[in-house]
């Protein structure tokens, strides 16, 4: 099934590369995302193609080095210029042999803990090519709910380590809000001893 919608995603988007990313220096990138209507009029449903089909082939080094793309764990509709509540994410997950996805539409985070947690080596990020040393601090676990775009349904996922903080990150993209905007500016490297370090 995943090869029968990697192949839809391949026949329906023009297909992005590195240079179609939307940096820091736009003013765009700042702009709060709206909510986008369900089921996904066929703009939105490009967009959300195209974003889907960026993560996956980055992650693929082939694909990475023939179409000039910087491998991501995620990106926002808002990071191609469209300010629109969609965002997609691929992560590797060593427990179940297959990597994570979760193509999120209108996504709301409706609980956190209170135990941060931080990457050991600072985040990232496809819209950023300045350096930004430093920590950035968030929730080790959150819960949130949206509408998933793979399987046409409303759900709610629980995440916690480097796919809460990755699902953190996009949802800052949603507000207007990068990565290096959350680190302490006065004490980059600065982390609570209770914070939990994610390698």
Known sequence: ???????????????????DIIKDDVEL???ISVNVPFPLVKSDKEIMEQII????????KT?????????AFGISAVQIGKARK???I?????????????????PEVIETNSTKA????????????????GYVLRPYSIKLQATDYLTSRDVEIEAKGLTAIVIQHEMDHLLGILFYDRINKLDPFKVDNKAIKIS
């Open 1 to 19: 099934m995943a090869k029968e919608k990697d192949k839809k995603v391949k026949k329906l988007a023009k297909r992005l590369t590195y240079v």
């Open 29 to 31: 990138i700042r702009e």
């Open 53 to 60: 089909d960026y993560v996956r082939s980055s992650q693929d």
């Open 63 to 71: 694909q990475a080095s023939s179409r000039n793309l910087r491998p």
């Open 86 to 88: 969609m965002m997609f």
């Open 90 to 106: 691929r992560i590797e997950n060593e427990f179940i042999g297959t990597p994570e996805e979760f193509a999120l539409i209108n």
């Open 118 to 133: 931080y990457l050991a080596s600072g985040e990232g990020c496809l819209s950023v090519e300045g350096e930004h040393a």
